[in-house]
């Protein structure tokens, strides 16, 4: 088990009835067929400080060969879907998606992780939470795993966490958050102009970042925007990065899987930018249309 | 030097050329490109002959578990049947290539159709990929509705809960269902373009 030490809970297969059980008693997960998943906390052993958040992660542990999806899968698959539940009082907070990698070949193309990742969320504890007191996290995972073909999984997983004044951060977890917290995109900076020029048949995406970007791959954070598939031509620009991204044949904006793609609401390109530097941003880009006005 | 500025450019503009060619797909509100398939059968089906009736193509493959989960819960099926009750030709295609998951030979389609009770008007196979790629098929399922004039009025997911689960069905709003019952009414296509959910179409590499 590794680095997930203190990881609680165990994962089932699919089809199995069986409830998380146990409290503090670490254990091993036991996986999926391709892949597990077990649930952590930064400050095991006190997480629950009043009126603090507390970072959960949920570690997935793939198979070689095999992957799962990020927000926006791309052309196929599905991200995993995480219903938490925890005392009253307490909520838990989106997933902060780590950088995916562009996965597929061909006309079919997805975002998602291989090998390790983490998800973090953060648990939220009341004000009025209680030292001494118990907390405690419940994430009903359900995750579709691919290679070839694609198996969907299902886990329980339960964490038990102590409420008391002071947090005590727990050093076992401490590189799985840090290496988590690492694969999360930074926010742009403020002075980075971002801008999508509708050229027609594409959009030319522009970020001012003042050195110029020889290799960037882009990850649009909504699906039915731009053609998942199309290569993305970098063009030389010293004053930052300019990509082609290739509009979606049925070009209309839209927000989930499986929902319509219901117009271009937004006015905005939304994704993470990953330069070769390995580095990544989150880019909100204004769209705005090449076409001279008149 | 500048001829290798020169080549990288043409580089770049080939691979954008070659995956325009891969990938056409269609368009809601065009012309459904027309093809030639073979089904199970070995009956030859021309799009071009079903000008006149809608048309429905159904990506399928029958070991993803979001295909399963229309079949094993007869969901499709009954959508085969309710339809083609009422004019409408249901193509069930099979873009696996040879060797991945979801090809079959024409007899282990026709033991499959059999032992699910489906009632396609016919289930083509495209083990070349040709259909699905000329209709930028994704995923299955994938499904296309074609309108009497040849138009595309629908492309996209089979309902809107993209969940491998056959438990979301009960409370899922069916894409198809509603593009049919809207179209045959005379009525515009309310929600015509979705996103496709399930596995990939297994392509040949």
Not at chain 2, 113 to 123: D, F, G, I, S, W
Request: hydrophobic share 40%; charged share 20%; with cysteine.
């Amino acid at each position: 088990m590794g680095v997930v030490a203190l990881a609680v809970g165990v994962s089932f297969p699919m089809g199995c009835a069986a409830a998380a059980q146990g409290a503090m008693d670490v254990q091993d997960a036991t996986g999926g067929s391709h892949g597990n998943v077990t649930l952590a906390a930064q400050d095991q052993d006190s997480v629950a400080e009043p009126g603090r958040s507390a970072e959960l992660g949920l570690h997935f542990v793939l198979e070689k060969g095999w992957h799962i999806y990020w927000v926006n899968p791309g052309d196929s698959g599905e991200p995993p879907k995480v219903k938490w539940t925890v005392p009253e009082g307490y909520s838990v907070g989106e997933i902060d998606w780590p950088t995916p990698e562009r996965l597929g070949r061909g006309t079919v193309v997805d975002y998602g992780y291989t090998g390790e990742v983490t998800l973090l969320a953060k648990l939220n504890v009341p004000d009025t939470a209680k030292a001494g007191s118990k907390a405690f996290a419940v994430a009903d995972v359900n995750w579709l795993v691919c290679s070839e073909i694609c198996l969907p999984e299902k886990s329980a997983l339960r964490i038990e966490l102590p409420v008391e004044s002071k947090a005590r951060r727990n050093p076992e977890e401490a590189t799985l958050f840090a290496r988590a917290r690492a694969r999360l995109p930074m926010p742009a900076l403020k002075v980075w102009d971002a801008e999508a020029l509708d050229q027609g048949g594409d959009y030319l995406l522009r970020l001012l970042t003042g050195v110029q970007e020889t290799s960037a791959t882009f990850f649009p954070l909504r699906s039915g925007e731009i053609e998942n598939s199309a290569p993305q031509k970098v063009l030389k620009f010293t004053g930052g990065m300019r990509i082609t991204l290739v509009k979606a044949a049925n070009t209309t904006a839209s927000s989930n899987a499986g929902k319509p793609n219901d117009g271009h609401a937004k006015g905005t390109i939304d994704g993470v930018v990953k330069f070769g530097s390995g580095k990544s941003y989150k880019v909100s880009a204004r769209i705005r249309s090449a076409l001279p006005a008149n | 030097m500048k001829n290798l500025k020169n080549v990288i450019v043409l580089a770049g503009v080939l691979l954008v050329a070659v995956w325009a060619m891969a990938s056409q797909g269609v368009q809601v509100g065009q012309p459904a490109p027309d093809f030639t398939g073979h089904d199970s059968m070995g009956q030859a089906h021309r799009l071009s002959d079903y000008r006149g009736k809608f048309v429905v193509l159904e990506w399928h493959n029958q070991g993803c578990p979001f295909t399963r989960k229309h079949y094993e819960s007869g969901n499709m099926q009954k959508l085969q049947k309710e339809w083609r009750a009422k004019g409408v030709i249901w193509l069930t295609v099979i873009s696996s290539a040879p060797g991945k998951q979801g090809f079959v030979t024409p007899a282990q389609e026709n033991d499959y159709l059999a032992k699910m009770n489906a009632v396609p008007t016919a289930a083509l196979l495209d083990p070349a990929g040709v259909i699905g790629q000329l209709y930028g098929a994704k995923t299955t399922p994938q499904m296309v509705v074609i309108n009497p004039e040849g138009v595309v009025i629908y492309d996209g997911a089979i309902d809107d809960h993209s969940t491998p689960d056959a438990a979301d069905i009960p409370s899922s709003k069916n894409y198809v269902d509603a593009a049919l019952t809207e179209a045959l009414a005379g009525k515009p296509v309310s929600d015509a373009n979705t996103r496709p959910y399930g596995c990939s179409v297994k392509y040949a590499e």
